[in-house]
């Protein structure tokens, strides 16, 4: 049982470059969730989805896009990546009681 | 807007000492409350609390949820070096399915 996934596990980007994160559960939710940690910070919401086809604003999205055309995976893309987004990027599943997270992305735009 | 507030922000102790976490919250449609540790990784679950659950135990670890003043403690007893982590707590939201997060609580256990 695989539960959550993500790939990559990290990445360094330079300025204004895009990439994609992936994410993929395997555990038939419904609800999946991007959110970023940074120090001192907690876990923010970036996006999230309630079903296949659905997304919608966390509390940062700027600069980020999300789309959840299949119901186990739930890609998060950064157009033109910027220094600020330099994070740890977690994604998370629920039925809407525990949350199941991935392992992190260790995302550095230089 | 919904909040989720923890303290303290961080703690050092002692191996043998007990401590106790805090978690308020403000949420609207609040149907539960999460507690995770997080080493150098993701955040693994701990316990949630709801309407129907306000007490888990597991080994050394406890947590409460006090319905009427919109708080949780997370209790620690006989701490040991490997419970030095950040302790999230979140609060989920029912009608906007989000999980709101507090800013973890740092603690470090001494040897």
């Known amino acids: 049982n695989a539960g959550v996934t993500q790939t990559p596990k990290f990445r360094v980007l330079k300025t204004g470059q895009s990439m994609t994160l992936l994410c993929a559960q395997d555990?038939?939710?419904?609800?999946m969730y991007w959110y970023r940690q940074d120090p001192g910070m907690g876990l923010r919401l970036i996006h999230y989805?309630?079903?296949?086809?659905?997304?919608a604003k966390g509390e940062v999205p700027d600069g980020y896009n999300v789309s959840r055309l299949k119901k186990q995976n739930f890609l998060l893309g950064l157009e033109s990546a910027a220094p600020s987004q330099t994070s740890v990027y977690f994604c998370?599943?629920?039925?809407?009681?525990?949350?199941?997270f991935g392992p992190g992305t260790r995302l550095t735009v230089t | 807007e919904d909040k989720v507030v923890q303290s303290p922000l961080s703690l050092v102790v002692h191996e043998g000492d007990t401590v106790t976490l805090n978690c308020s919250y403000e949420?609207?449609?609040?149907?539960?409350l999460l507690w995770y540790k997080q080493e150098k990784k993701a955040p693994t679950f701990l316990f949630m609390l709801t309407s129907s659950g306000i007490e888990k135990k597991s080994g050394r670890l406890s947590s409460i949820l006090d319905k009427k003043e919109l708080s949780s403690i997370l209790n620690i007893t006989a701490t040991q070096t490997g419970d030095s982590a950040i302790y999230l707590c979140?609060?989920?939201?029912?009608?906007?399915?989000?999980?709101?997060f507090g800013t973890g609580t740092r603690l470090k256990v001494l040897a």
């Open positions: 998370a599943s629920t039925d809407a009681y525990e949350q199941y």
């Open positions: 979140a609060a989920y939201n029912s009608g906007t399915y989000k999980y709101i």
């Open positions: 989805s309630v079903g296949e086809g659905t997304t």
């Open positions: 949420v609207t449609n609040f149907r539960s």
């Open positions: 555990m038939n939710h419904e609800y």
